[in-house]
């Protein structure tokens, strides 16, 4: 198409040569296309450099380019791997006879560019405009000699106004064509902006249009960001500033690299930081932690099960598995501070649906105050923030003077056995409106495995013990305790409970198991290494093992132990990679797992009795010991090799349990 | 997030004469299924032999893979081998067969598997997982396997 001249073209040049700052062009390209205008030299009273954010493009024969040159361009635009680009289409270029000197454009009806693509890359696109019955704008994915490998249309009147590709798993990586094409329309042209990055550009887009930044009417009104991994960048937070001040709340994932490094977006201004708890209410070992960091909710911990139900610490999430016909819906036990983000997102979404204009302030303010949590000694730790969400207090805090009373059971689950406890206190918390009486039904009735005691008067509490004479040995068993209560009406609380009496003891088998005395320091890798070992498999329910003090004076075996300070571990190697106690593996530690103890071996040591337990699932975590659990980056005890150098050693020990 | 690859990979020296005893056609190694949450913790190997044995792996928490595919496989005919890499923080991590080749009766099977990793920066899913690959091999009487990809030396297993 031929450049054509109109008003557009002459106001744009005369804008360029004035900002070329004494007729010099600073882009090494003069904007010709307009008289030139002499500005007398001057004295600077303002200068400075505007900075543009890596990876960001415009396409280059948009409308000013096609204003000032010759031609659109003829050939593809070349484009890094990663990109934000700002583009246009037209599709009529004749003047609209107005005088709105905006009201004609030059003709760009499709652009191409040429884009690195790895197989399953996807790139997508978003218009501007907003009409119901605005053009339809075509994002097409093609090889280099045209061939289309993916297309797709906006639908305005459906009020799709983006579109993706995606390259598909079957081609290769390299370069590719993608087309951005408009049909017929009348002006205005489109603007759209094209994106193909992972990073925090995408991310600041992204969070733009449920903010409203672009689309009249906000399309959300909290933001759950599950996902991390960025350094503090401008940009981000000014997308966050934008949506938070546009009413919007905004809660991120705190990171799952066991650090307290602060993490973007979740360190972000404005944004809610949630760190993850086990079923315990303890940090998880893998969750970020630090000042930055609000408040907690449960993410899960696989290698504990600090509720005792018998089963790892994970949270239900959504999810998928293959089936004979394909994917279908399904849930997954899942960890992560990308699980504990949306219990706080969930809570929050409660609340507003209760009070419509809450927003970040009023929450920032009621988390301060213990409104939303439960709280932690001093206020606030670094592990948890203000505390650990609590769903019915922070409701209970969106009602306006709230007229109702409820019961709260903490912990809220009880689980009992012969081989942990016998007998559990439950506090019953008072929550909501505090003036209305509350009489509990001392009877609750429950099953005769379990005794119930009620302490009716406050702070009101329930202790249950198990009946061990009245359960059917090794039959797990559960139950749901009812209290019943009066207050401003009549509620029940339901207090779950599950008991085991175990007896299997000679049938006990965690499968072959290593003992080790290891390094109480780390070795190059960050290891803690065996010093001596020996491995054995369960006998009537239980592992004998042995040392032997290498003193020098015969050849040493595994099981001989230099004179030195160790920590005794013991545990399964399910997976066969040498090293012990990881997730899914059964791990024991002396004295008691999750909190060992230095063992000084010396010709004096005398220590024939030791007792130790193992198993797959690990301990309560002690509220006495907050500072001993979880292990921030714990990756198990590495065996010690029969040949360290090469390979690792060939094993025939298998995962039998 | 489950993926599952049914194309059957053509190994690498399967053409060779010396191939081990199997038949012309036969497949050194498949990869029968990937997933991002194994439910295994270290990088490592796991060979599956026994109906039991697979079921053990399977009841493993935190896991999501492909039971149905991995059932199908006629354990007396094929063996399992699961590649695993571990425990990682974030999304975004994959292991997928590349070749296999062994260079003749009694040799050690060599596997080669490639592991995708987010790239230093990228916005990643803050969830825990345990990417692996399951691969079936000739349910031969291996003396060793060697797996390269997953560390800076070789996975080693006698089966």
């Known amino acids: 198409m031929v450049y054509r001249a109109n008003r557009i073209a002459t106001a744009l040049a005369l804008s360029l040569i004035l900002g070329a700052c004494g007729g010099s062009s600073s882009s090494g390209e003069s904007g010709d296309g307009g008289s030139d205008v002499l500005l007398p030299p001057a004295r600077i009273v303002l200068a400075g450099t505007i900075g543009v954010e890596a990876n960001t493009r415009v396409d280059a024969d948009t409308a000013d380019g096609l204003v000032l040159g010759e031609l659109p361009l003829t050939e593809p635009q070349l484009l890094p791997a990663s990109f934000i680009l700002a583009g246009y289409v037209s599709f009529r270029d004749e003047s609209r006879g107005t005088n709105s000197p905006f009201d004609d454009f030059p003709k760009d009806p499709e652009d191409q560019f040429q884009v690195p693509f ?162 315990g209410g303890s940090l998880a070992g893998y969750s970020n932690f630090g000042p930055w960091i609000d408040l907690a909710a449960p993410g899960g911990d696989v290698r504990r ?54 927003n970040t302030g009023t929450l920032v303010s009621w988390l301060a105050g213990g409104q939303l949590t439960t709280p932690v000694p001093g206020g606030r730790s670094g592990a948890l923030g203000y505390g650990t969400i609590d769903s019915a207090k922070a409701v209970l805090a969106a009602i306006d003077n709230p007229s109702i009373t409820i019961l709260s059971a903490s912990p809220a689950a009880i689980s009992l056995s012969s081989e942990t406890r016998l007998s559990q206190t439950v506090e019953l918390l008072v929550l909501g409106d505090q003036t209305n009486n509350l009489v509990i039904n001392p009877a609750i009735a429950s099953p005769a495995w379990l005794d119930v005691t009620l302490s009716a008067v406050r702070p009101f509490s329930i202790t249950v013990t198990l009946n061990e004479q009245a359960l059917e040995e090794d039959v ?64 009537n329910g239980t592992y004998q093992f042995g040392f032997r003090l290498n003193d020098g004076t015969q050849g040493a075996s595994f099981a001989d132990v230099p ?50 337990a193992t198993g797959y699932f690990r301990p309560t975590i002690s509220t006495a010991t907050p500072d001993v659990l979880p292990r921030p980056g714990f990756t198990g005890y590495k065996l010690k090799m029969p040949h360290s150098h090469g390979v690792a050693a060939p094993k025939k020990i298998g995962v039998e349990r | 997030m489950v993926t599952l690859l049914t194309g059957y990979l053509l190994a690498a020296g399967c053409a060779s004469s010396d191939v081990i005893e199997t038949g012309p056609d036969e497949l050194l190694a498949r990869q029968v299924i990937q997933s991002a949450h194994c439910g295994l913790s270290g990088p490592g190997l796991a060979y599956v032999q026994t109906p039991e044995r697979l079921q053990q792996l ?102």
Not at chain 1, 501 to 509: H, I, M, S
Not at chain 1, 521 to 534: D, H, K, T
Not at chain 2, 63 to 73: P, Y
Not at chain 2, 103 to 122: K, Q
Request: charged fraction near 20%; include cysteine.
């Open chain 1, 476 to 539: 797990p068993v559960r139950t749901s305790l009812e209290v019943n209560y009066t207050t401003d009406s009549t509620r029940v609380l339901h207090i779950p409970v599950v008991a085991e009496l175990v007896t299997d003891e000679n049938a006990r088998n965690a499968g072959r198991h290593f003992v080790l005395l290891v390094y109480t320091e780390p070795n190059e890798q960050g290891q803690l290494e065996a010093a001596a070992q020996v491995s054995m498999t369960a006998v």
């Open chain 1, 118 to 279: 790895e197989p399953g890359e996807r790139l997508s696109l978003r218009t501007f405009s907003e009409m119901a019955g605005g053009p339809l704008v075509t994002l097409a994915l093609r090889r280099l000699d045209g061939t289309e490998l993916e297309s797709q249309t906006t639908d305005p009147i459906n009020k799709m106004f983006s579109a993706s590709v995606s390259l598909p798993a079957t081609e290769g990586a390299g370069d590719y064509l993608v087309v951005v094409s408009a049909d017929d329309f009348d002006p205005p042209p489109v603007r759209y902006v094209l994106l193909k990055t992972a990073g925090a550009q995408s991310l600041a887009l992204n969070l733009d249009w449920p903010g409203h930044a672009f689309v009249p009417g906000r399309a959300a009104d909290i933001i759950n960001l599950s996902l991390g991994g960025l350094p503090e960048i401008p940009a981000l937070q000014n997308a966050i500033d934008e949506v938070v001040a546009n009413g919007v709340i905004v809660v991120a994932a705190a990171g799952n690299q066991a650090s307290s490094s602060p993490a973007y977006p979740a360190a972000a201004e404005g944004v809610f930081s949630v760190s993850a708890v086990d079923a």
């Open chain 1, 305 to 358: 099960d600090a509720n005792l139900d018998g089963l790892a610490d994970l949270v239900i999430s959504s999810s998928a598995s293959l089936g004979p016909d394909g994917f279908e819906p399904d849930y997954t036990g899942l960890q992560g501070t990308s699980m504990a983000a949306p219990h706080v997102a969930g809570v929050f979404a409660l609340m507003k649906s209760l009070k419509p204009d809450l």
């Open chain 2, 58 to 159: 399977l009841d493993l928490p935190a896991q999501n893979i492909a039971v149905q595919q991995l059932r199908q496989v006629d354990l007396e005919k094929e063996h399992l081998l699961f590649i695993t890499l571990g425990e990682k923080p974030t999304g975004g991590y994959s292991v997928s067969l590349v070749s296999a080749n062994a260079e003749g009766t009694g040799s050690p099977l060599r596997l080669a598997v490639a592991v995708r990793s987010p790239a230093p920066g990228t916005m990643t899913t803050q969830v825990i997982t345990s990417a692996c690959v399951v691969v079936a091999v000739p349910a031969h009487d291996w003396p060793e396997i060697r797996v390269s990809g997953i560390r800076d030396k070789d996975l080693v297993l006698a089966p």
């Open chain 1, 563 to 612: 004179p030195g300070d160790y920590y005794l571990v013991a545990g399964s190697d399910l997976d066969n990679d040498g090293i012990i106690c990881q997730s899914g593996e059964a791990c024991a530690e002396y004295p008691v797992t999750g909190m060992r103890e230095v063992i000084t071996v010396d010709e004096n040591t005398d220590l024939k009795d030791i007792r130790m």
